[in-house]
């Protein structure tokens, strides 16, 4: 009788274990899944931000030549 | 001595689930976490691209400004 | 005889000098269009100049307001 | 007695010439120097477009080149 009850519980305590480790492992491959995808997602981010600098500097040119322009039209508004 | 054995087991097999319980709410607490910082860095995303998108429409804006600038000098001389 | 010689040569001098102020009011014609031609091509200048004079302070204004839009996008950039 | 008023009205009417003359030479001169400023000021006013339509043409280049920085940020926020 005790036998009997000692293996029910000792089977109990497997299956609560091996559902555990089971839940465990899901949980293991959510993680490893979502650290992927932020790291993804950052490194996309960091490639926009970059596209983003080159854009600033070229507008950064762009103005510096429209002022150029204007300082050239401004001249010749004064020797005119 | 075999209540010895059985003791010692229950008490091994209940060490374990705990640890794996242990391991869970510590993964389940990352995961939770990750969630958050994954869906916070897609909030700003969001703010920034909208921000960009004010921009781009102020580009344009200033773009037909220009635009109807050069026009104007375009007028001034062929008229002159 | 003699008669006759003065009065050749009375008519000869009233020809040349009646000539001559013919000439004198051509010539003052022809110096008051020319005044008038470089007065109103001196407006017209003034008007260009004054037109051009505005176009560069809106185009000084446009390159302000692409300043603001850059600083924008910088402000941006660091704070993202 | 007669000869004397012959005299008389023929110096007078030699002045008379002179003086005309004179007068048409002071004109011509003015009208000259007229003219002369007159082309100077249209070469002026021709060189003066000339730069302006160099500057028309800069500004062109500078306003088809922000709108290629343009289209470069569109397709950014398309595609992020």
């Known amino acids: 009788e005790s036998a009997n009850v000692f ?5 109990s305590l497997t299956q609560k274990l091996k559902d555990s480790e ?3 492992q899901t949980l ?4 490893s899944d979502l650290e992927q995808r932020l790291e993804s997602s950052q490194q996309e ?3 926009f931000r970059k596209s ?4 600033l500097e070229l507008l950064d040119s762009k103005i510096f030549e429209l002022n150029e322009l ?6 010749l508004l004064e020797g005119s």
Do not use: C, I, M, P
């Not at 293996?7 to 089977?11: L, N």
């Not at 293991?28 to 993680?31: D, G, V």
């Open 7 to 11: 293996q029910s519980q000792r089977e």
């Open 22 to 24: 089971s839940r465990n």
């Open 28 to 31: 293991e491959a959510q993680l």
């Open 45 to 47: 981010q960091e490639a």
């Open 52 to 55: 983003l600098r080159s854009l």
């Open 70 to 75: 204007r300082d050239t039209l401004a001249k």
